[in-house]
């Protein structure tokens, strides 16, 4: 049975700072792009980072660039996502998801293996 488990979410100020988690469990994911989604209330589900399986290759969405930072530890099936000057905007289910994706097109990956998500409340 394959698992992606999300840790770290939280409640936190504005301008202040989380890292998510996100472990993998159940197959190999060799050659698996990892990503964090995310969901607002009234939104749609939008990709927020993603790195390729090797990590030489990652991808922010522009509202968070210079802000977010992906990561991955593949001797331990983990994805990070390091998050700094946090905004209200930013409040929203934070979702890890796995996919095989071109890494020029992780931007609009379909995952085939999704998290359940951790909640992310920056107050303002």
């Known amino acids: 049975q394959v698992r992606l488990v999300e840790s770290g979410g939280g409640l936190v100020q504005a301008g202040g700072s989380l890292r998510l988690s996100c472990t993998a469990s159940?197959?190999?994911?060799?050659?698996?792009?990892m990503a964090w989604f995310r969901q607002a209330p009234g939104k749609e589900r939008e990709v927020v980072a993603a790195?390729?399986?090797?990590?030489?290759?990652?991808y922010l969405t522009d509202s968070v660039k210079g802000r977010f930072t992906i990561s991955r530890d593949n001797t331990k099936n983990t994805v990070y996502l390091q998050k700094n000057s946090l905004k209200a905007e930013d409040t929203a289910v934070y979702y890890c998801?796995?996919?095989?994706?071109?890494?020029?097109?992780?931007?609009?990956?379909?995952?085939?293996?999704w998290g359940q998500g951790t909640q992310v409340t920056v107050s303002s």
């Open positions: 790195i390729s399986w090797s990590a030489s290759r990652t």
């Open positions: 159940g197959r190999t994911f060799t050659g698996y792009a």
């Open positions: 998801a796995a996919g095989i994706t071109p890494a020029q097109s992780m931007g609009t990956m379909k995952p085939q293996y």
